[in-house]
């Protein structure tokens, strides 16, 4: 299932979309008279809902260009990977993949590969690409997806294109986007990150933060809801700093109220929350807003002052938890989660453990876990990083179990209550998955004509993460 739309036309970049819509004519053109088939796009995103979300819109050009999309590899016309730089694994992932395509490429000499995202935003990458893998032909960085119909049109012509300069402040509005999934959505509220976490490479490879007006996320949230949306998460690196820049005066807060206010029947998320920025009028926004679920992802990262210091946090474990216990205070039964890094350089087997005792003190719902991973550039890789490893990873075992505990006590409590969940999936065997307000996964059975709308399920067995449950007749 799928849709394709054009948000909010007036607000566009005039001169820059008309100059893009002439060039995928162009591409169109060319692309008839060469395939006798449709042109098929695949397209493989890596990392955060931001990058998947940014792939909606690639996607949407693509589209208008007269793709189709393929999820064979193989038999593609055009291979694009949406890459990740925030771990060295998910790079290195990325290496392995674009090897693999080279003796299919060799097969097929008009296959198009190209490369964009975080990672292509990067000197040294690009310049290993240029370099290491002559078969790709496109590198582009995260400021230039909108003129993938230029870039691509002069590769058609023959050239091989990399365009990864950075290009301060730029938004533009009114790009087609292509989802996967009308019921559920990404929108996009900021792009960029100032907050320059010691470890962190997004501020690098993403820019200085910058909000999009309301009216346009308003606009494009009216159109989703129009178009069947049913949960639409709120999306950017600290939406909590939202508004920040804009001729408007406005927060996120604010923001969330206004989206509340759009009629129907339909759920607002948002990711990510940075603590120093989470302030009580957005959890009483959060509170107030009955389309707001009431799941909260603040991510703390360390539960030691010291490690929060040298990692550029700016808030302290107290003023984390005190944030907690407001929003518990007024949101009873939220759902909480975070995002933890273990083995920060220099981190001391004491200053593990009061990670440890924090996540004991908030008990959060799930954990989004990483093991530090040194990126090139950042205040971080230059720090003495003495533990080995190998005891990273046993201090990762011991999170990890203990985590595991605390969330099946949370799932055991729920069995034999009913719950109102939007049915996400639907497999061959007639199970259906469908999440709780807090982001809990149910299985049970059912249609597969429910995907996409909201059910009543009583939970009947509890998992430590996930719960089975029966629909409500
Ligand atoms: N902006 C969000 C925030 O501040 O919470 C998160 C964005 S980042 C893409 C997602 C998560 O990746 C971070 O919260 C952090 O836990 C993790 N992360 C970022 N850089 C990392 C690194 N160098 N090593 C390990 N984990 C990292
Ligand atoms: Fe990275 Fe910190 Fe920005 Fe999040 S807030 S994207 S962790 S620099």
Redesign the pocket.
């Known amino acids: 299932m799928w849709w394709c739309s054009l948000n909010n036309e007036l607000r566009v970049n005039m001169g820059e979309k008309a100059h893009q819509s002439e060039f995928a004519e162009r591409v169109s053109s060319i692309l008839n008279a060469k395939y006798d088939h449709k042109p098929r796009a695949f397209v493989h995103t890596y990392?955060?809902q931001g990058n998947v979300s940014d792939s909606e819109r690639i996607k949407g050009l693509l589209w208008q260009m007269g793709y189709e999309f393929t999820d064979n590899a193989e038999n593609a016309d055009l291979v694009l990977f949406n890459t990740c730089a925030?771990?060295e694994h998910a790079e290195d992932r990325v290496f392995g993949n674009v090897g693999a395509l080279k003796p299919i490429k060799e097969q097929r000499r008009d296959m198009i590969i190209a490369l964009c995202g975080c990672m292509m935003q990067q000197p040294h990458i690009a310049e290993k690409i240029k370099r290491s893998y002559p078969y790709v032909n496109l590198v582009f960085g995260t400021y230039q997806a909108h003129r993938l119909p230029e870039m691509l049109y002069r590769v058609l012509q023959g050239k091989r294109v990399f365009e990864n300069a950075e290009e301060k402040g730029k938004i533009v509005e009114g790009l087609p986007v292509y989802r996967d999934r009308s019921f559920k959505s990404w929108l996009p509220v900021m792009y960029g990150?100032d907050?320059f976490?010691s470890?962190?490479?997004?501020p690098y490879v993403r820019g200085r933060e910058r909000s999009r007006k309301s009216e346009d996320i308003i606009a494009e949230a009216r159109e989703l809801v129009e178009n069947g949306a049913k949960d639409i998460t709120l999306l950017g690196?600290?939406v909590n700093s939202y508004g920040k820049g804009l001729d408007e005066n406005i927060n996120f807060a604010e923001l969330l109220k206004k989206i509340n206010d759009i009629p129907g029947d339909f759920v607002i998320r948002f990711m990510?929350?940075?603590p120093k920025d989470c302030s009580k009028e957005l959890l009483d926004a959060m509170a107030d807003c009955e389309k707001v679920e009431k799941h909260l992802h603040l991510?703390f990262?360390s539960g030691n002052n010291r490690i929060l210091h040298e990692m550029n946090r700016k808030y302290t474990r107290d003023t984390y938890i005190e944030l907690i216990n407001y929003a518990k205070s007024r949101m009873p039964g939220l759902a909480i989660t975070s995002?933890?890094?273990v083995g920060f350089p220099g981190e001391t087997e004491e200053e593990f453990e009061d990670t440890l005792s924090l996540i004991r003190e908030v008990e959060f719902t799930s954990l989004?876990t990483?093991?530090?991973?040194?990126?090139e550039g950042?205040v971080?890789a230059k720090m003495p990083d003495p533990v080995t490893h190998k005891e990273k990873a046993a201090r990762m075992q011991r999170l990890l179990d203990l985590q595991e505990q605390i969330a099946a006590k949370r799932t055991a409590k729920m069995v034999g209550k009913v719950y109102r969940v939007l049915v996400e999936e639907a497999d061959e065997k007639g199970i259906l998955t469908g999440r709780t307000q807090d982001n809990i996964a149910i299985l049970f059975e059912g249609s597969d004509n429910l995907l996409g709308s909201f059910c009543n399920v009583t939970v009947t067995e509890a998992m430590s993460w996930i719960v089975k449950g029966k629909i409500c007749q």
Not at 199 to 202: D, G, K, P, R
Not at 370 to 375: G, Q, V
């Open positions: 990392g955060c925030v771990r990150c907050n976490c470890y962190c490479i997004v690196q600290n990510t929350s940075h991510p990262q995002d933890v890094i989004f990483f093991i530090y991973s040194p990126r950042t971080a």
